[in-house]
T-cell receptor, first 115, second 114 residues
Protein backbone atom coordinates (compact mmCIF):
# COMPACT_ATOMS: atom_id res chain seq x y z
CA UNK A 1 0.00 0.00 0.00
CA UNK A 2 1.50 3.34 -1.07
CA UNK A 3 1.26 6.15 1.45
CA UNK A 4 0.65 9.85 0.87
CA UNK A 5 3.54 11.58 -0.85
CA UNK A 6 4.09 15.30 -1.26
CA UNK A 7 6.49 17.37 -3.32
CA UNK A 8 8.55 19.39 -3.00
CA UNK A 9 9.55 18.83 0.62
CA UNK A 10 11.09 22.27 1.03
CA UNK A 11 11.00 25.41 -1.07
CA UNK A 12 11.81 29.08 -0.80
CA UNK A 13 9.90 31.77 -2.67
CA UNK A 14 9.73 35.55 -2.59
CA UNK A 15 6.72 37.75 -1.98
CA UNK A 16 4.39 38.02 -4.97
CA UNK A 17 5.50 34.76 -6.55
CA UNK A 18 3.28 31.75 -7.16
CA UNK A 19 3.76 28.21 -5.91
CA UNK A 20 2.32 24.79 -6.76
CA UNK A 21 2.46 21.94 -4.26
CA UNK A 22 1.66 18.37 -5.23
CA UNK A 23 0.19 15.39 -3.42
CA UNK A 24 -0.37 11.76 -4.31
CA UNK A 25 -3.07 10.20 -2.19
CA UNK A 26 -2.90 6.81 -0.55
CA UNK A 27 -4.01 3.93 -2.73
CA UNK A 28 -7.79 3.49 -2.60
CA UNK A 29 -8.49 6.96 -1.18
CA UNK A 30 -10.70 9.33 -3.15
CA UNK A 31 -10.65 12.36 -0.84
CA UNK A 32 -7.77 14.78 -0.38
CA UNK A 33 -7.62 17.60 2.17
CA UNK A 34 -5.05 20.36 2.39
CA UNK A 35 -3.99 21.97 5.65
CA UNK A 36 -1.68 24.86 6.53
CA UNK A 37 0.32 24.49 9.73
CA UNK A 38 2.20 27.46 11.10
CA UNK A 39 4.93 26.86 13.64
CA UNK A 40 3.50 25.91 17.03
CA UNK A 41 -0.06 25.77 15.72
CA UNK A 42 -2.45 23.02 14.75
CA UNK A 43 -3.24 22.34 11.09
CA UNK A 44 -5.73 24.82 9.60
CA UNK A 45 -8.12 23.44 6.98
CA UNK A 46 -7.72 25.00 3.52
CA UNK A 47 -9.99 22.88 1.34
CA UNK A 48 -10.95 19.35 0.46
CA UNK A 49 -11.44 17.58 -2.85
CA UNK A 50 -13.68 14.58 -3.39
CA UNK A 51 -13.83 12.94 -6.81
CA UNK A 52 -12.30 16.00 -8.49
CA UNK A 53 -14.74 18.50 -6.96
CA UNK A 54 -14.06 21.00 -4.17
CA UNK A 55 -15.97 19.67 -1.19
CA UNK A 56 -15.56 22.27 1.50
CA UNK A 57 -13.29 25.25 2.09
CA UNK A 58 -11.81 26.88 5.15
CA UNK A 59 -11.19 30.54 5.82
CA UNK A 60 -8.56 31.12 3.13
CA UNK A 61 -8.62 33.77 0.37
CA UNK A 62 -9.24 32.88 -3.29
CA UNK A 63 -5.53 33.08 -4.10
CA UNK A 64 -5.40 29.61 -2.52
CA UNK A 65 -6.77 27.23 -5.16
CA UNK A 66 -6.57 23.56 -5.91
CA UNK A 67 -7.22 20.70 -8.25
CA UNK A 68 -7.84 17.00 -7.98
CA UNK A 69 -7.07 14.71 -10.90
CA UNK A 70 -8.82 11.51 -12.04
CA UNK A 71 -6.20 9.43 -10.21
CA UNK A 72 -7.10 11.39 -7.03
CA UNK A 73 -3.76 13.15 -6.81
CA UNK A 74 -4.03 16.84 -6.04
CA UNK A 75 -2.36 20.22 -6.34
CA UNK A 76 -2.44 23.28 -4.13
CA UNK A 77 -1.70 26.58 -5.83
CA UNK A 78 -0.99 29.80 -4.00
CA UNK A 79 -0.76 33.07 -5.94
CA UNK A 80 0.67 36.41 -4.87
CA UNK A 81 2.60 34.88 -1.98
CA UNK A 82 2.76 36.82 1.29
CA UNK A 83 5.21 36.47 4.16
CA UNK A 84 2.47 34.94 6.34
CA UNK A 85 2.09 32.09 3.87
CA UNK A 86 5.31 30.64 5.26
CA UNK A 87 4.20 27.35 6.83
CA UNK A 88 4.12 23.59 6.52
CA UNK A 89 1.49 22.53 3.99
CA UNK A 90 0.04 19.13 4.73
CA UNK A 91 -1.91 16.95 2.40
CA UNK A 92 -4.12 14.24 3.87
CA UNK A 93 -6.06 11.54 2.10
CA UNK A 94 -9.04 9.57 3.32
CA UNK A 95 -11.78 7.37 2.00
CA UNK A 96 -14.81 9.58 1.69
CA UNK A 97 -17.58 7.15 2.59
CA UNK A 98 -20.21 8.60 4.90
CA UNK A 99 -20.22 6.75 8.19
CA UNK A 100 -16.65 5.48 7.91
CA UNK A 101 -14.27 6.81 10.61
CA UNK A 102 -12.47 8.66 7.84
CA UNK A 103 -9.20 9.02 9.63
CA UNK A 104 -6.76 11.21 7.76
CA UNK A 105 -3.49 9.87 6.42
CA UNK A 106 -1.01 12.71 6.18
CA UNK A 107 1.96 13.21 3.92
CA UNK A 108 5.24 14.55 5.29
CA UNK A 109 4.35 18.04 4.14
CA UNK A 110 5.88 20.77 2.02
CA UNK A 111 7.66 23.46 4.01
CA UNK A 112 7.27 26.80 2.27
CA UNK A 113 9.36 29.80 3.21
CA UNK A 114 8.39 33.18 1.74
CA UNK A 115 11.07 35.87 1.88
CA UNK B 1 -17.96 27.56 13.74
CA UNK B 2 -15.90 25.45 16.05
CA UNK B 3 -13.83 26.19 19.12
CA UNK B 4 -11.32 23.57 20.29
CA UNK B 5 -9.24 24.16 23.39
CA UNK B 6 -6.31 22.13 24.72
CA UNK B 7 -3.33 23.01 26.91
CA UNK B 8 -0.31 24.39 25.09
CA UNK B 9 2.34 22.39 26.89
CA UNK B 10 2.68 19.61 29.47
CA UNK B 11 5.65 17.89 31.02
CA UNK B 12 5.81 14.44 32.59
CA UNK B 13 8.32 11.88 33.79
CA UNK B 14 9.26 8.69 32.00
CA UNK B 15 7.12 5.81 33.27
CA UNK B 16 4.35 8.07 34.55
CA UNK B 17 0.78 8.63 33.33
CA UNK B 18 -0.38 11.85 31.68
CA UNK B 19 -3.83 13.06 30.69
CA UNK B 20 -4.25 15.62 27.91
CA UNK B 21 -7.63 17.34 27.89
CA UNK B 22 -9.58 18.76 24.98
CA UNK B 23 -12.79 20.77 25.17
CA UNK B 24 -14.82 21.73 22.15
CA UNK B 25 -17.86 23.68 21.06
CA UNK B 26 -19.37 22.70 17.71
CA UNK B 27 -22.61 23.04 15.84
CA UNK B 28 -23.16 19.30 15.52
CA UNK B 29 -20.76 16.47 16.21
CA UNK B 30 -19.55 13.54 14.14
CA UNK B 31 -16.49 12.23 15.88
CA UNK B 32 -13.33 13.27 17.68
CA UNK B 33 -9.81 12.25 16.72
CA UNK B 34 -6.45 12.36 18.44
CA UNK B 35 -3.28 12.59 16.36
CA UNK B 36 0.37 12.49 17.38
CA UNK B 37 2.89 14.72 15.64
CA UNK B 38 6.63 14.49 16.27
CA UNK B 39 8.64 17.59 15.51
CA UNK B 40 9.20 17.97 11.77
CA UNK B 41 6.95 15.05 10.91
CA UNK B 42 3.38 14.48 9.72
CA UNK B 43 0.54 13.86 12.19
CA UNK B 44 -0.33 10.20 12.67
CA UNK B 45 -3.70 8.85 13.79
CA UNK B 46 -4.01 7.64 17.40
CA UNK B 47 -7.69 7.25 18.22
CA UNK B 48 -11.28 7.97 17.25
CA UNK B 49 -14.31 8.44 19.52
CA UNK B 50 -17.86 9.00 18.34
CA UNK B 51 -19.79 7.54 21.29
CA UNK B 52 -19.38 8.41 24.97
CA UNK B 53 -16.88 6.36 26.89
CA UNK B 54 -13.36 5.09 26.86
CA UNK B 55 -11.50 3.59 23.91
CA UNK B 56 -8.34 1.73 24.87
CA UNK B 57 -5.49 0.93 22.52
CA UNK B 58 -2.36 -0.34 24.23
CA UNK B 59 -0.70 2.39 26.29
CA UNK B 60 -3.06 5.02 24.87
CA UNK B 61 -6.72 5.54 25.80
CA UNK B 62 -9.16 8.22 24.73
CA UNK B 63 -12.35 9.28 26.49
CA UNK B 64 -15.32 11.23 25.20
CA UNK B 65 -18.27 12.97 26.84
CA UNK B 66 -20.48 14.50 24.16
CA UNK B 67 -22.79 16.24 26.64
CA UNK B 68 -19.81 18.04 28.18
CA UNK B 69 -17.96 18.68 24.92
CA UNK B 70 -14.93 17.04 26.49
CA UNK B 71 -12.32 14.47 25.63
CA UNK B 72 -9.03 13.35 27.05
CA UNK B 73 -6.09 11.31 25.82
CA UNK B 74 -4.44 9.16 28.49
CA UNK B 75 -0.89 7.98 27.98
CA UNK B 76 0.43 5.32 30.34
CA UNK B 77 3.96 4.09 31.02
CA UNK B 78 5.40 7.13 29.32
CA UNK B 79 8.46 6.69 27.16
CA UNK B 80 10.89 9.32 25.90
CA UNK B 81 9.63 8.72 22.37
CA UNK B 82 6.17 9.95 23.46
CA UNK B 83 7.55 13.50 23.47
CA UNK B 84 5.49 15.05 20.69
CA UNK B 85 2.56 17.32 19.97
CA UNK B 86 -0.89 15.79 20.50
CA UNK B 87 -3.65 17.20 18.32
CA UNK B 88 -7.35 17.01 19.12
CA UNK B 89 -9.57 17.21 16.02
CA UNK B 90 -13.35 17.38 15.90
CA UNK B 91 -15.66 16.64 12.99
CA UNK B 92 -18.86 18.62 13.09
CA UNK B 93 -22.19 17.46 11.69
CA UNK B 94 -21.79 19.05 8.26
CA UNK B 95 -21.83 16.49 5.48
CA UNK B 96 -20.36 18.15 2.42
CA UNK B 97 -20.16 15.81 -0.51
CA UNK B 98 -18.09 12.75 0.34
CA UNK B 99 -17.01 13.19 3.92
CA UNK B 100 -16.94 15.25 7.05
CA UNK B 101 -14.14 17.71 7.66
CA UNK B 102 -12.26 17.68 10.97
CA UNK B 103 -11.06 20.88 12.62
CA UNK B 104 -7.84 20.70 14.63
CA UNK B 105 -6.93 22.31 17.90
CA UNK B 106 -3.52 23.97 18.22
CA UNK B 107 -2.01 20.88 19.85
CA UNK B 108 -0.47 20.08 23.22
CA UNK B 109 3.30 19.78 23.28
CA UNK B 110 4.22 16.94 25.65
CA UNK B 111 7.74 16.79 27.00
CA UNK B 112 8.77 13.54 28.66
CA UNK B 113 11.91 13.76 30.78
CA UNK B 114 13.93 11.01 32.49
Amino acid sequence: ETGVTQSPTHLIKTRGQQVTLRCSSQSGHNTVSWYQQALGQGPQFIFQYYREEENGRGNFPPRFSGLQFPNYSSELNVNALELDDSALYLCASSHGLAGAPGELFFGEGSRLTVL
Amino acid sequence: GQNIDQPTEMTATEGAIVQINCTYQTSGFNGLFWYQQHAGEAPTFLSYNVLDGLEEKGRFSSFLSRSKGYSYLLLKELQMKDSASYLCAVRDGRASGGSYIPTFGRGTSLIVHP
